[in-house]
């Protein structure tokens, strides 16, 4: 995919937050251009919403700063909240409120007045496919209704950066195919997004970018081929042989070059660090070692593979 | 916007559709849930019915109601019936919205939204506007019909509705205030019980004031027709919104962003208190006396109220943090002159700490001159009303100011000690102010009782032993049992102490006002560049937006 324009609109300068000893965000620092979608993705207690939330001028970095459109969200958080619309990973629902008028109360509270304010409404609740559901009381609405009022009311002032934390979580299929073109029509429009999640394939079909991040550190970043390609050198085998088991998962335990063997009946399965050629020599050595093989097969490893090897799985 | 099927309708609907775009946002939404809320309509149809139940009770149990003139009984009835809702559950109310706005999560995202924090606190108070006036109301036609029962007149109904609507107003602000104080859970739950408790106590502390008429006369008894009625109520409705003023201006700075500068308004407004105050007092002492002591004898009254406030004050500005946010430094002043000028309304610690002092000297150079004048222009009736002179109060101001020089001097240099390893806010500023006043007074207190059972001193010894007590010399003050040597002595001693202390303290004051002004970024001025080049189109502006 490619970056639409060179304007960075979220700049992260060494950014870090601290509470007491635990480190959520721990030196990080990206950019993300206007109209990219930013990947933000990172297993639980990884520093997204953190980070995410000192975007959104709710939380202080302890050092370091971050821009939206050139604006320090420490310094001029009221620029940065005209231009940037954030949906935190919970609802925040009023009592006795229904869809409209909370829609039409964050419509006043940015500001928008009259036929602007009411223009604002019919497209949001348009885009977000909401029209029917206008009057309906918010405490009644299911997760996809909800998901879906939260984007209408982070992007109900039209901003030019969205920060989207874990929109797709609860969401079935369905759904989360319609979140996903309605991201992908909001960056088309040039609407610069940062959206976080910990599954690395639900944003790799959206994203430009991904950022893979870990205990508050930044440990990949690039388009999800660059991520992918950064590991390709890894490949998951599968073997069938007929017998001889034994001595073949002896020989597989004795290479530097195999891990994570498992077998099952006839099969094995491993992880292989090399490229094709390689595997065409294991296949080879395995055939000059009379081990009786009837099926070779190697195959890339998939983003969830990638994504557990990146990450280490440790817990803060 | 439903479809109106008149003209007159459809003429209501697009006023009505105008008119709100006006408004603000935070009333129109909690306009429309109180519309809907069970939490509204059931208070608003108990009180209805509680008027109606006492309408038919007191008809048929008073049988003067044909006769007599039994307006006041009837009236002082409704008024207890409103004064419940007015002073218990709109001033709660308050305090919940914004509490529960924390709860729900929906406060943070509100406060990432354009409105401003001012909007905010407004929004709130409009509301709680809006359910006071849905409750009287409900009263109006019952306060109406004890009207017609004659026994009360016009200006006793207005004025004591006057007073009730400016309570409630005013503890609404404070509610607001103190639900703006702390964000943890756990502090919240504590304090919610300590508001309702104390909104009950004020409500059936009410019930003697008004079952006696007092509220009729205030204040002190005049009668409606004198001047000094007018005055002494003016007075008294000033301090009300003083302390109203101090309460919605730390709610406005509470709702603040960290970087922003959330000092100078409120010390702007803790200077205003103490002027109006002194001013009154003042004016009020020389109107009504005829004596020096009638003038003399207020001023050293007011002054047990002026420095505590002033002590209380200091503590949570000597709280604040001496760093200035580069969002700040961008607004100091330019020139040598304004630096100097407003170098004490710019947020620290030891600017805080220097405006404290600076403010109580002021107040205690203010009484003193007044004494001295009061003492040359008046005549000296020595009436039996004379139990304090200018010499006892030249004392007594100057005790006031040096204990809270002491006191605040230890302080601020603890303050500044532990933050060196821990965090320590305004409100941890204030506790620790407390716990060393508290200390200051307690051991000396002790040792001297204490010790005093072994071997007798007489009083002077003791006054010299209790000097950092200050409860106990400022009593001894008052009750003139001060000696000049003794005052001299603890001159002497706390005011040396106390200018060491001074020293101690005044590197880190200069160290806070030598920080520089820094200019504003390149795109933050391009942005108002561009906001200033075209004409913006004319947007309905908010009347309570500011
Ligand atoms: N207010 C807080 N006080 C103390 N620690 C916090 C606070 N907020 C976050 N943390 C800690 O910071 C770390 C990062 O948390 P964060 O919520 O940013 O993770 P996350 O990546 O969003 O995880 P998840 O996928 O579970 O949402 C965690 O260890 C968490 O315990
Ligand atoms: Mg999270």
């Known amino acids: ?316 | 916007m439903p479809r109106a099927k008149s003209k007159l309708g459809a003429w209501i609907d697009r006023t009505s559709f105008r008119a709100a775009e006006f408004l603000n946002p935070i009333l129109i939404k909690e306009g429309r849930q109180a519309l809907k809320s069970r939490g509204f309509s059931v208070p608003f149809l108990l009180v209805l019915l509680a008027c109606l139940f006492w309408s038919f009770l007191g008809v048929s149990i008073n049988e003067n109601v044909y006769y007599g003139a039994v307006g006041w009984d009837f009236f002082s009835a409704y008024y207890l019936i409103l004064a419940f809702p007015l002073l218990v559950i709109v001033p709660f109310g308050a305090f919940r919205s914004l509490t529960g706005e924390r709860e729900d999560g929906t406060y943070e995202l509100l406060s990432i939204t354009t409105l401003r924090p001012l909007q905010i606190v407004n929004g709130k108070l409009a509301s709680a506007l809006m359910q006071m006036a849905v409750y009287l109301s409900a009263v109006a036609p019952c306060i109406a019909f004890t009207y017609l029962l004659r026994g009360i007149d016009l200006f006793a109904i207005a004025t004591m509705l006057f007073w009730l609507v400016s309570a409630s107003l005013l503890l609404s602000v404070f509610c607001l205030m103190l639900a703006t104080l702390t964000t943890a859970k756990h502090w919240q739950v504590l304090m919610s019980v300590m508001v309702i408790a104390a909104l009950m106590f004020i409500f059936f502390s009410t019930f003697p004031i008004v079952l006696e008429g007092e509220l009729q006369r205030l204040p002190w008894g005049l009668a409606v027709e004198t001047w000094e009625f007018w005055a002494g109520s003016f007075a008294t409705f000033s301090g009300v919104s003083m302390i109203g003023a101090l309460s919605y201006s730390v709610a406005h700075a509470q709702l603040k962003f960290p970087t922003d500068n959330r000092s100078t308004s409120v010390r702007i407004v803790m200077l205003l208190c103490s002027v109006v105050y002194t001013s009154w007092i003042g004016w009020a002492s020389y109107t009504f006396s005829e004596s020096a002591d009638d003038v003399i004898a207020p001023i050293a009254i007011s002054a047990a109220f002026f420095f505590p406030f002033w002590f209380i004050m200091g503590a949570f500005l000597v709280g604040e943090y001496g760093e200035l946010s580069r969002r700040i430094r961008r607004t100091l002043p330019k020139t040598m002159a304004g630096r100097m000028f407003t170098a004490w309304f710019i947020p620290g610690s030891g600017t805080g700490y220097v405006f404290t002092i600076c403010c109580a000297g002021a107040g205690s150079i203010f009484g003193i001159v007044m004494g001295f004048y009061a003492d040359l222009r008046l005549p000296n009736t020595n009436t039996m009303f004379r139990f304090i002179d200018t010499r006892q109060l030249v004392q007594i101001l100057v005790y006031f100011p040096l204990y809270l020089v002491f006191y605040l001097s230890i302080g601020r240099l603890l303050v500044v000690g532990l933050r060196k390893r821990i965090h320590v806010g305004v409100v941890a500023s204030l506790l620790l102010h407390l716990i060393i006043l508290a200390t200051g007074c307690i051991v000396p207190f002790a040792v001297d009782n204490i010790s005093m059972q072994t071997n007798f001193r007489d009083m002077e010894t003791r006054h010299i032993i209790e000097t950092t007590n200050v409860f106990w010399v400022l009593i001894e003050a008052y009750e003139d049992n001060i000696s000049g040597t003794i005052f001299a002595l603890h001159l002497l001693g706390l005011g040396g102490v106390s200018m060491i202390l001074i020293l101690l303290n005044l590197n880190s004051v200069i160290k806070e006002i030598r920080q520089q002004r820094v200019a504003e970024p390149k795109r933050v001025r391009e942005e108002k560049a561009a906001q200033a080049g075209p004409p913006a189109p004319a947007l309905p502006t908010n009347p309570f937006s500011d």
């Open chain 1, 1 to 316: 995919m490619i970056s639409r324009g060179d304007r960075p609109m979220i700049e992260l300068y060494n950014l870090h937050r601290f509470f007491g000893r635990t480190r959520a965000v721990d030196n990080i620092s990206f950019t993300v251009r206007e109209g990219n979608v930013f990947g933000y993705i990172g297993p639980n207690g990884a520093g997204k919403t953190t980070s995410m939330r000192i975007l959104a001028t709710l939380d202080h970095p302890t050092y370091g700063d971050a821009y939206v459109d050139g604006f320090s969200v420490v310094d001029d958080p009221d620029h940065v909240r005209r231009r940037l619309g954030f949906m935190p990973d919970y609802f925040g629902a009023y009592a006795n409120v229904n869809v409209y008028e909370y829609l039409d109360f964050f419509a006043r509270s940015y500001g928008l007045r009259g036929k602007d304010r009411l223009k604002a409404l019919k497209y949001t609740m348009g885009f977000t496919k909401l029209d029917g559901l206008a009057e309906k009381p918010m405490t009644g609405l299911s997760k996809g209704m909800k998901q879906r009022l939260c984007l209408g009311r982070a992007m109900i002032h039209n901003p030019s950066v969205l920060v989207l934390d874990e929109p797709a979580a609860g969401l079935d299929p369905r759904a989360r195919i319609q979140l996903r073109e309605m991201i992908r029509e909001l960056a088309d429009k040039g609407t610069t997004i940062l959206i976080s999640s910990h599954i690395l394939t639900e944003l790799a079909e959206m994203c430009d970018t991904v950022g893979i991040i870990e205990q508050g550190q930044l440990l990949a970043m690039g388009t999800v081929e660059e991520i992918r390609g950064e590991t390709a050198e890894h490949a998951a085998v599968h073997i069938q042989t007929l017998d001889e088991m034994p001595r073949l998962l002896a020989w597989l335990h004795a290479r530097e070059d195999v891990a994570q063997v498992s077998s099952e009946g006839k099969n094995v399965r491993f992880d292989f660090q090399g490229d094709k050629d390689a595997q065409a020599k294991l296949l080879k050595e395995l055939v000059q070692e009379n081990f009786p093989i009837i099926a070779f097969g190697a195959k890339e490893r998939s983003l969830e593979e990638v994504f557990m090897s990146i990450t280490e799985g440790k817990v803060q």
